[in-house]
């Protein structure tokens, strides 16, 4: 599967954006869908995951409340709105499938990503 991410940009500290991440292939609504993020110096890290019906999801604890991930199985899309952004969630974000059947937040468990897009939050 291909994943394509579009919609990063610049914003100021307590706005919104909202990044998207379309896939290739017919199977998209089998995988698990998860955003990481990078920030220059950092590792990637675990922003948000969804199963496979959106049924379930999971945050890391400095986006919970604030960011909400959702899937549109028709349109092959999965979605990150970002809302109360802050200095610190600039960074490129990257959207990943992964094929288990359970939603996963370790990087390595994903095999299939996206060339990322950048969030930058001005203070």
């Known amino acids: 599967v291909q994943l394509v991410e579009s919609g990063g940009g610049l914003v100021q500290a307590g706005g919104s954006l909202r990044v998207s991440c379309t896939a290739s292939g017919r199977t998209f609504s089998s995988y698990i869908m998860g955003w990481f993020r990078q920030a220059p110096g950092k590792e990637r890290e675990f922003v948000a995951a969804?199963?496979?019906?959106?049924?379930?999801?999971s945050y890391a604890d400095s986006v919970k409340g604030r960011f909400t991930i959702s899937r549109d199985n028709a349109k092959n899309t999965v979605f990150l709105q970002m809302n109360s952004l802050k200095p610190e969630d600039t960074a490129v974000y990257y959207c990943a499938a992964s094929t288990s059947w359970n939603i996963r937040v370790s990087a390595p468990d994903y095999a299939y990503w996206g060339q990322g897009t950048q969030v930058t939050v001005s203070s």
């Open positions: 969804i199963n496979w019906s959106g049924s379930r999801t």
